[in-house]
């Protein structure tokens, strides 16, 4: 090998290996021109929804951030929101003579391009983009939703910056006036989501693989930007530890339990042997945030503990757990979001390992 040739191997092995380096650290740009979200302004950041209370509507941005914000009902004596948003809805900044959003739809990190959907009419999402990234070696995946045009392609790698689409109203319910881009980060519970979702839902058509919006449980985007702002050496795994824990279940082992393999960090005391049930920590919303080992032997997923609240908690957890103390349990889709995490050998033929 030449010197020339060699100094050219060595220089492309350099930037690759910064590339790469650079992909440990969590390294996050909003993905449009609207940065209220940096000055602490949401009114000019978020898309408003419109919202009915005692037959009175209002139209909040606060309906667009990240959490349960959606969906008010008198409980208890006190207003409690319902439904879960799992991103965060951008409003655009640009529009042209007809009303349309022009605004682009860039990636908030390096990665590749996983998965796109261009039928505007094959979920609540729209068209939209999932790109994955990988930090400190596991993997997560930003979401970008309501699209007009999509400008990529699975299998692409893309820069921070780099164009992903148009921001547009496609998907159910999303009209020119509430234009918006949808936009989430995600750990992904389980490459084997296509043949749960053909057991619980036989009669609904996946058309999005493994990049179905329920295979994808959000964090707190807009409260994770911030963060960065403050410590830029912040991580994933230490964001989520200031999560609040909201219930646990124990869940069998599985020969197959990936979500402790695809993050290690959740895993807490792990044994030498192995374990015979897992211990999870979950989020209201249903994300999980810790794991751990146990030696009591359960047959299907149980409640091991429940925040105290004065609500049922069908309404405080997306309808995975019901009722309060020591009556709470796990309702038929917090099974289902179980068997999902735990068990893909029950799924059918071919999917024990």
Same mark, same amino acid.
């Given at each position: 090998?030449?010197?020339?040739? =060699? %100094?050219?191997?060595?220089?492309? !092995? $350099? ?25 602490? +302004? ?10 009915? %209370?005692?037959?009175? #509507? ?12 959606? +969906? ?13 948003? /799992? ?5 655009? !900044? *640009? ?6 959003? !022009? ?5 908030? $990190? ?23 990234? =990988? ?11 309501? !699209? ?15 164009? %992903?689409?148009?921001?547009? *109203? ?9 234009? *918006? ?7 992904? %519970?389980?490459?084997?989501?296509? $043949? ?17 919006? #329920? ?57 030498? /042997? ?77 999917? $024990?390992?």
């Amino acid at each position: 090998m030449s010197g020339a040739v =060699r %100094l050219a191997a060595l220089f492309f !092995l $350099a930037v690759t290996a910064a590339a790469y380096a650079e992909d440990d650290r969590v390294n996050l740009a909003l993905p449009t021109d609207n940065t209220a979200l940096l000055r602490g +302004d949401g009114a000019a950041f978020y898309q408003v929804v419109e919202r009915n %209370l005692h037959g009175v #509507i209002s139209y909040p941005w606060q309906g667009g951030q990240y959490g349960f914000v959606r +969906d008010p009902r008198e409980l208890g004596g006190e207003t409690v929101y319902t439904r879960f948003h /799992e991103g965060m809805d951008i409003s655009p !900044l *640009h529009r042209d003579a007809k009303g349309e959003p !022009l605004d682009e739809v860039r990636a908030m $990190a390096g990665g590749e391009v996983v998965y796109t959907s261009e039928h505007a009419g094959a979920s609540n999402y729209g068209r939209y983009v999932v790109v994955e990234h =990988r930090w400190d070696g596991c993997p997560y995946y930003s979401l970008y939703a309501h !699209l007009n045009t999509i400008a990529v392609a699975p299998g692409q790698r893309v820069k921070q910056g780099d164009k %992903l689409g148009v921001m547009g *109203h496609t998907g159910s319910g999303i009209t020119r006036e509430r234009a *918006h881009v949808h936009v989430e980060l995600n750990l992904l %519970l389980s490459s084997h989501f296509e $043949a749960w979702h053909e057991k619980f839902f036989p009669t609904e058509i996946n058309r999005h693989g493994i990049y179905n919006g #329920i295979n994808l449980a959000g964090l707190d985007l807009p409260r994770l930007f911030l963060a960065l702002r403050s410590d830029s050496s912040l991580t994933i795994p230490a964001f989520l530890r200031g999560e609040e824990i909201f219930y646990r279940v124990l869940v069998p082992n599985s020969p197959d339990f990936e979500l402790a393999r695809r993050y290690p960090w959740m895993v807490e005391g792990l044994p030498n /042997e192995n374990p015979v049930s897992w211990e999870v920590s979950f989020a209201r919303s249903g994300l999980p945030l810790r794991i751990a080992p146990s030696h009591r032997a359960v047959q299907t997923a149980e409640i091991l503990w429940l925040k105290s609240t004065a609500i049922d908690a069908r309404y405080l957890t997306r309808e995975n757990v019901a009722g309060r103390g020591t009556s709470a349990h796990l309702t038929e889709s917090g099974k289902g979001l179980m068997q999902l995490l735990s068990s893909p050998e029950s799924f059918g033929p071919g999917f $024990a390992r």
